[in-house]
């Protein structure tokens, strides 16, 4: 299995532009996340799925964050409009278990200028 | 709420040398808990984790912890550090209950 495979790497956008990140999970695996790193914060939980159903979202920072995962193979981070904040490191997540260890992807790095 | 508390946002060691990273969990019910590595612009990968059966887990590179009820730490260990082990480091804890991990702040380990 190829793992958790994220895209784009690097993204770099002007303010107040659509951002939208992707992220299809390791195959079999019912439970994906996002997660957002920053120096500042440190590893923030955004929203986690299971079964392509949101359970909880109350780490969006607001309502210019949406996420959506269509199919078991394939979930989206969207932010709209995009500011300077906003710019971090991006980290998807997939496991096949409720207590089990979570798998991540490379991450992708957003700067928004 | 669940919550671990990583000491130390850099630890400093030479080549050989032992290492110890501390990890202090607050739980009132038994956690599982989990270290996880980051090398520079790379994913997070799972080094060792405890799920409630062995309290000394050994995982991978040498690494172990040991899960200590009394103290509420998992500490990560390794006896002899590696060039190659320079890395920032992450204690993490999923709760009864709950589906997702929560990190701590995260050690950075350099070796020289």
């Known amino acids: 299995d190829a793992g958790v495979i994220q895209s784009p790497r690097h993204e770099v956008t002007e303010m107040g532009q659509e951002v939208t990140l992707r992220c299809k999970p390791i195959?079999?695996?019912?439970?994906l996340f996002w997660y957002r790193q920053t120096m500042m914060r440190g590893l923030e939980l955004l929203i986690y799925?299971?079964?392509?159903?949101?359970?909880?979202d109350s780490g969006m920072p607001e309502d210019r964050f949406s996420a959506k995962m269509p199919n078991a193979s394939f979930s989206t981070l969207k932010i709209q409009p995009s500011e300077p904040r906003d710019s971090a490191v991006y980290f998807c997540?997939?496991?096949?278990?409720?207590?089990?260890?979570?798998?991540f992807g490379q991450g992708t790095r957003l700067t928004v200028v | 709420a669940q919550s671990v508390t990583q000491l130390g946002s850099h630890v400093s060691v030479s080549e050989g040398a032992l290492v110890l990273l501390r990890c202090n969990y607050s739980?009132?019910?038994?956690?599982?808990l989990f270290w996880y590595v980051q090398y520079p612009n790379q994913g997070l990968q799972l080094l060792l984790k405890?799920?409630?059966?062995?309290?000394l887990v050994k995982g991978i590179n040498g690494f172990e912890a040991e899960f200590k009820k009394s103290e509420t730490s998992f500490h990560l260990t390794k006896p002899s550090a590696h060039m190659s082990d320079a890395a920032e480091y992450f204690c993490?804890?999923?709760?009864?209950?709950?589906?997702?991990?929560?990190f701590g702040k995260g050690t950075m380990l350099l070796v020289s």
């Open positions: 993490a804890v999923i709760h009864s209950g709950y589906s997702t991990l929560t």
């Open positions: 739980s009132s019910v038994p956690p599982y």
């Open positions: 195959s079999g695996h019912d439970y």
């Open positions: 997540a997939s496991t096949n278990s409720n207590r089990g260890s979570a798998f």
């Open positions: 799925f299971n079964n392509n159903v949101p359970i909880d």
């Open positions: 405890y799920t409630s059966a062995a309290t």
